[in-house]
């Protein structure tokens, strides 16, 4: 039990930092989106670009991959390979990306414990590589608002189903804070903000309109 003298002003040794954990963008395809069916699909884009952003300015390692991209879903979603100009895609035939060698070695060469998974559908190639990275050990979040299912109810049980197994379901923003953190961390401070502006909503917009008034100090 902890007493009072053992309580100070420290975060959780489970929150998310730039340097415990990886993010990997898992199928965000054109022929994905046309079947995703959970949500405005246009969100689900906004929601996957601001994760990728998050983790560019936090220089946190990065898995792109796709599946049958030349047979059959088409092209990675060409701004986030934008965001991302110089990582390679590695493109699969299985529909778990834990079970393609090449996928889990790269996630392996991050050298994290910790994954953030986004991804298309849901209960397929989301949930297929939470649950085979958690049973080896690796702790899972699962950013939802970045991923999609084919209706509503393939993607709420899909994440129910990765709750009952032990994966941490996030979203976008909350995974930027996370990593923040702290408004006095000056060297992310102003890009975080140019991310909360392009990608936050009427939060970006919040954003614009109190620093608009006070001087560009205005935060979360």
């Known amino acids: 039990m902890v007493t009072l003298s053992d309580v100070t002003a420290a975060p959780a040794p489970g929150l ?13 395809q054109p022929q994905m989106f046309f079947g995703t ?12 670009l601001g ?5 560019k300015v936090f220089d946190v390692p990065v898995v792109l991959s796709t599946v049958a991209a030349e047979s059959f879903s088409g092209p990675l979603m060409p ?8 990582q390679k895609i ?5 529909m778990n990306a834990w079970e393609d060698v090449e996928f889990v070695e790269a996630v392996k060469a991050t050298g ?14 989301v949930v297929l590589p939470a649950l085979s990275a958690l049973a080896q050990g690796y702790e899972v979040y699962v950013v939802t608002d970045a991923s999609g299912g084919v209706s509503p109810q393939a993607h709420e049980h899909a994440i129910q189903r990765m709750i009952q197994a032990g994966v941490v379901p996030v979203t976008w923003v909350q995974v930027l804070l996370e990593l923040q953190r702290d408004w006095a961390r000056q060297e992310t401070y102003a890009a975080v903000g140019d991310v909360v502006k392009a990608h936050g909503g009427t939060y970006g917009l ?10 560009g100090h205005a935060a979360g």
């Open 37 to 48: 069916g959970s949500g405005d699909r246009t969100a689900v884009i906004n929601s996957t």
């Open 16 to 28: 998310l930092t730039p340097d415990d954990c990886a993010v990997l963008f898992i199928d965000h």
């Open 51 to 55: 994760l990728a952003k998050a983790a």
């Open 90 to 94: 590695i493109d699969r035939t299985t």
């Open 79 to 86: 701004q986030l390979a934008d965001v991302f100009p110089e």
């Open 206 to 215: 919040g954003l614009v309109y109190a620093q608009a008034l006070i001087g």
């Open 112 to 125: 994290r414990r910790k994954l953030v998974i986004a991804g298309l559908w849901t209960e397929v190639c």
